[in-house]
């Protein structure tokens, strides 16, 4: 029986790196979730499953029979886009309502992970905790500190899981 592979973010360049990897192995089964399904990148490729990081309800179907799961969260996505502007609290910076929603995202994808019946590999694409290693120094690394405390999440909340889970830094 071949095992299965669900890859967070599909047709971006990391998880088309890891699909095109695990296609070559008859072993192995492939699970794309993307959120644009009908895009150019994601027509070529099957099977799909659309799943939003930032709706949990959508990745625990997307999930289901894993062996393992690729992820990867989004912080740029709402920096690019124009409405964003209007989600802003008083005070918060755009840079600091796409940590909030990266960090969701990570959040959301280790909820769903942990209950997936059978999963043996969680694969996560972070990045250092900027803030940490600099000794404070550097405390506006978004990007780097939403993926790194997406990291830690899994570690004090789900330590199962935890076991499971290999960390890459790209």
């Given at each position: 029986?071949?095992?299965?592979?669900?890859?967070?973010g599909?047709?971006g360049?990391q998880?088309g790196?890891?699909?095109?990897?695990?296609?070559?192995l008859?072993?192995?089964?492939i699970?794309?979730?993307?959120r644009?399904?009908?895009s150019?990148t994601?027509s070529s490729l099957?099977?799909?499953?659309?799943?939003n990081?930032?709706?949990p309800?959508t990745?625990?179907p997307a999930?289901?029979?894993?062996?393992?799961?690729f992820?990867?969260?989004?912080?740029?996505s709402p920096?690019h886009?124009?409405?964003?502007?209007a989600?802003?609290t008083?005070?918060q910076s755009i840079?600091?309502?796409c940590y909030?929603?990266?960090?969701?995202?990570?959040?959301n994808v280790a909820?769903?992970?942990?209950?997936?019946?059978?999963?043996?590999?969680?694969v996560?694409?972070?990045?250092?905790?900027?803030?940490?290693w600099?000794g404070?120094?550097y405390?506006g690394v978004?990007h780097?500190d939403?993926k790194?405390?997406?990291?830690?999440?899994?570690?004090?909340?789900?330590p199962?899981l935890?076991a499971k889970m290999s960390?890459?830094q790209?």
């Amino acid at each position: 029986m071949s095992k299965l592979i669900v890859i967070i973010g599909i047709t971006g360049i990391q998880g088309g790196s890891i699909a095109s990897h695990f296609s070559t192995l008859p072993d192995w089964t492939i699970r794309g979730i993307t959120r644009t399904p009908t895009s150019p990148t994601a027509s070529s490729l099957t099977p799909l499953t659309t799943a939003n990081l930032n709706d949990p309800s959508t990745l625990i179907p997307a999930f289901a029979g894993a062996h393992t799961i690729f992820s990867t969260t989004d912080f740029y996505s709402p920096f690019h886009d124009p409405h964003t502007q209007a989600l802003l609290t008083e005070g918060q910076s755009i840079n600091e309502y796409c940590y909030e929603q990266e960090l969701a995202q990570g959040k959301n994808v280790a909820d769903a992970a942990a209950r997936t019946e059978g999963l043996q590999r969680l694969v996560v694409s972070s990045l250092c905790d900027a803030s940490e290693w600099s000794g404070g120094r550097y405390t506006g690394v978004f990007h780097f500190d939403a993926k790194a405390r997406a990291v830690r999440y899994v570690r004090d909340v789900y330590p199962e899981l935890a076991a499971k889970m290999s960390v890459v830094q790209v």
